[in-house]
T-cell receptor
């Protein structure tokens, strides 16, 4: 079955330190992955998508087929990055979310 | 940007009554809409996938007769919780996707349902 795994439930990082949110997938074909973010008291929203290879709010994510990973990275964490992050693939015609990782930026 | 409007944001109802939640895509046509349920401090659990003009596809363990989904147009999907019970109390979130499966999801603000 196609699945994504976010192994960290909570990640605490000091402001200014690098951030890496892990996402591993098990896929039979070419994966198409998204990262979604939910800030406090806001709706879930798209952060970035694998196919566009863009950088949003300083975050990037590279698909590593050898490691079957799509980790989300940012070189210098900011306090406003504190949020819940979800890695999600479109699986056939539906989107199933992993458990998510709560990122807590320490001052 | 694409906007999804979900109403109501909060609803309290008595046990045994039915509640309808609306999800509208305001500035795009949503060929597919998803309904999720979120328990406190947990991830989103997919309940069902609805495509405009066809019957919804429910995930395993979700009662289709209890959670009625209608996707009558490209901009509106509704979730009706029928004969609600206290255990149905939860946070329900809809999302909409335009065009194809590689399009991102756009989310509503969610509906907090409390059944007394």
């Amino acid at each position: 079955a196609q699945r994504v795994t976010q192994p960290e439930k909570l990640l605490s990082v000091f402001k200014g330190a690098p951030v890496e949110l892990k996402c591993n997938y098990s896929y039979s074909g070419s994966p198409e992955l998204f990262w979604y973010v939910q800030y406090s008291r806001q709706r879930l929203q798209l952060l970035l998508r694998h196919i566009s290879r863009e950088s949003i709010k300083g975050f990037t994510a590279d698909l590593n087929k050898g490691e079957t990973s799509f980790h989300l990275k940012k070189p210098f964490a900011q306090e406003e990055d504190s949020a819940m992050y979800y890695c999600a693939p479109p699986l056939d015609d539906k989107i199933i979310f992993g458990k998510g990782t709560r990122l807590h930026i320490l001052p | 940007g694409a906007v999804v409007s979900q109403h109501p944001s909060r609803v309290i109802c008595k046990s045994g009554t039915s509640v309808k939640i609306e999800c509208r895509s305001l500035d795009f046509q949503a060929t597919t809409m998803f309904w999720y349920r979120q328990f406190p401090k947990q991830s989103l659990m997919l309940m069902a996938t609805s495509n405009e003009g066809s019957k919804a596809t429910y995930e395993q363990g979700v009662e289709k007769d209890k959670f009625l989904i209608n996707h009558a147009s490209l901009t509106l999907s509704t979730l009706t919780v029928t004969s609600a019970h206290p255990e149905d109390s939860s946070f329900y979130i809809c999302s909409a996707r335009a065009m194809d499966r590689l399009s991102p999801l756009h989310f509503g603000n969610g509906t907090r349902l409390t059944v007394t």
